[in-house]
């Protein structure tokens, strides 16, 4: 326990230079300095913002749901252009998940929005692939920064239910692609029935074939029920669960089925951007038959505790070099972390099954 | 003859500058790819799951050859609390490499997802898919990770701390090695370099007792 001898100043100096080596490109590295970043939690506040509030415990969008379950029955086609199993001739487990947009989870279905299916198919080699699907072919916008200008100018004023003209105006100005999907959203057949619509993948992909050869695709799924559209100038009229009670009626009847259709992308067709289709004639592939034969509640079904990330894809599926697909990825990260900490809520569908099962005379005996 | 050497074992020695650069890199790609919902995000996912791996591998390599080869002793004039810290966070840093990828891979079984590593190679679930447990799982892999960085940074200001300003020859003994003292005679294995992974750690024609370093060389 001698004289301490006084710390000398440049070797701290050195020191703390070479904490700061450190310590700056980690805080840049992480977004908290330097430009600023568009992260996952922007959008889902942004998401927030146009549902009007938080709804805890469900997905930021697509917050109501019904899970599904059934099979694809690959007949061999699409592996021609993939070594993907699923593409394989056999007959895969699939779950999955039918979907209307918005953050409400108690929405009317009576709207003129996305009706989505989301899946996720397993193979024997322990692969997956998620897909979450839409059934317009087009998104209205190609970026998280277009998206969330979408979610802010359309949130609806809370006195008239519609979006703010003017926001709208200066959205379409920036974004015109917004327009592009509004005019197909108007004179699309907005379809009556989740089983007799079309599920587009939204973004391009790559396949990549036993030589090894990618090829960028899009793929939909064609229903084999015949579409027929609701009614749109009387939406308003429809019960608040139509769509999911219909699905449900119908699936306790019969199957529904949807073919798998590959579409091979021409030299020239915009793989970047969700926002551009493609027309003319194309290269397709009947790759098999997708069958739901249940659905059930999310409180009964194994689709709430699944995140549908389309970037999980098996060795035969790649990305494009479309940069939606990162943010997508990115955001559903975002939300599924926010709702999982948050804790399951009931769904609407499960409401409507437990008020049925309530009014039904036999349950109320049995549960006496 | 267990007395421990001077330096660490060369091999230890090799394995940590290693697991350093990974590590570093792991929560620089980690802070990283949250931070956007550009491409960026999904480049550095698919490295971090297996750089993640790798470095799980490596800390369970390098752990036993720690335990084997032991460490050389501190300087006897370190104050006790110095000392503590050493010890401790040593501790802490094995506990946080072993940790983070176990806890990462663990996050994403509760969370339903596959664990990939490389397409075509998956890793079975080492949790249930619960995601109460996930979020709890995925909220501890950014403290931790935060934390682990704090730590690293605090290991290295000791590090320098003990090269620039003790100069009491710990920071050689996981770089370059104490070099042979000028009064020891030449020894018969002195080609045996540092560096050479198949030195036998328990040098027989080393000192028997820690030997005070020239500052010059430091």
């Known amino acids: ?141 190609p970026s998280a920064a277009g998206f969330i200008a979408l979610q802010r100018a359309t949130r609806p004023d809370p006195a008239t239910g519609k979006p703010d003209p003017a926001k709208m105006k200066a959205l379409i100005a920036e974004y015109p692609s917004v327009k592009a999907f509004q005019d197909y959203l108007t004179k699309a057949v907005l379809p009556s029935s989740f089983a007799n619509a079309t ?111 389309p970037t999980i894809l098996p060795a035969g599926i790649g990305l494009s070099d479309d940069p939606l697909l990162a943010a997508r990825s990115k955001v559903y990260s975002s939300s599924f972390q926010r709702r999982a900490g948050e804790g399951p809520h009931p769904s609407a569908v499960g409401g409507d099954l437990a008020e049925d099962l309530a009014k039904d005379p036999a349950y109320k005996e049995a549960a006496r | 003859m267990n007395r421990p050497p001077h330096d660490f074992h060369p091999l230890l020695r090799v394995v940590h500058w290693l697991m350093a650069a990974m590590v570093l890199a792991m929560l620089f790609i980690g802070v990283g790819m949250v931070s956007t919902t550009g491409p960026a995000y999904l480049t550095l996912l698919e490295l971090h799951r297996p750089v993640g791996i790798a470095i799980l591998i490596l800390v369970l390599l390098r752990l036993p050859l720690r335990l084997v080869t032991g460490s050389p002793p501190l300087p006897l004039d370190l104050p006790p609390m110095q000392v503590l810290a050493a010890k401790g966070s040593h501790v802490l840093l094995y506990a946080s490499m072993a940790a983070m990828p176990l806890i990462g891979w663990a996050m994403l079984a509760a969370g339903g997802y596959p664990v990939k590593l490389f397409s075509g190679l998956i890793l079975p679930p080492i949790a249930p898919h619960d995601l109460w447990l996930y979020a709890w799982l995925r909220q501890a892999h950014t403290v931790i990770a935060v934390l682990f960085f704090a730590l690293i940074l605090a290991h290295l200001c000791a590090a320098l701390f003990h090269g620039l300003i003790r100069k009491d020859g710990v920071l050689r003994s996981m770089t370059v090695g104490t070099p042979p003292s000028p009064s020891e005679p030449p020894q018969a294995d002195s080609e045996i370099s540092d560096f050479d992974v198949f030195a036998p750690a328990d040098d027989p024609g080393a000192p028997e007792f820690p030997v005070p370093q020239p500052k010059a060389g430091e």
């Open chain 1, 1 to 141: 326990m001698s004289t301490r001898k006084p710390v000398p100043a440049g070797p701290l100096l050195v020191i703390g230079g070479i904490a700061a080596l450190l310590v700056l490109p980690f805080l840049w590295a992480a977004g908290w300095i330097g430009p600023k970043r568009i992260n996952g939690g922007d959008v889902t506040r942004a998401l927030e913002y146009n549902t009007g509030k938080k709804q805890p415990g469900f997905r930021r969008a697509h917050a109501k749901g019904l899970c599904l379950s059934g099979n694809f029955t690959a007949n061999g086609a699409g592996s021609a252009v993939s070594t993907a199993k699923a593409f394989e001739p056999g007959t895969y487990p699939v779950i999955g998940r039918f979907s209307v947009a918005g953050g409400n989870p108690l929405a009317t279905d009576g709207r003129n929005v996305f009706h989505s299916m989301a899946l996720l198919l397993n193979t024997p080699d322990g692969q997956e692939w998620r897909m979450a699907m839409d059934h317009t072919p087009i998104f209205p916008v």
């Open chain 1, 199 to 309: 599920y587009y993948s939204i973004n391009a992909f790559t396949l990549t074939d036993s030589t090894g050869n990618a090829r960028f695709v899009r793929w939909q799924f064609t229903p084999e029920a015949p579409l027929s559209g609701l009614d749109k100038a009387h939406l308003d009229t429809l019960p608040r669960d139509a769509l999911f009670r219909e699905m449900i009626d119908r699936t306790a009847r019969e199957p529904s089925r949807w073919h798998l259709i590959l579409t091979i992308a021409n030299p020239g067709d915009r793989t970047d951007s969700a926002t551009v289709a493609w027309s003319g004639p194309h290269r397709t592939i009947d790759a098999g038959v997708l069958t739901v034969d249940k659905v059930m509640p999310e409180e009964v079904g194994a689709c709430r505790d699944l995140n549908f990330d």
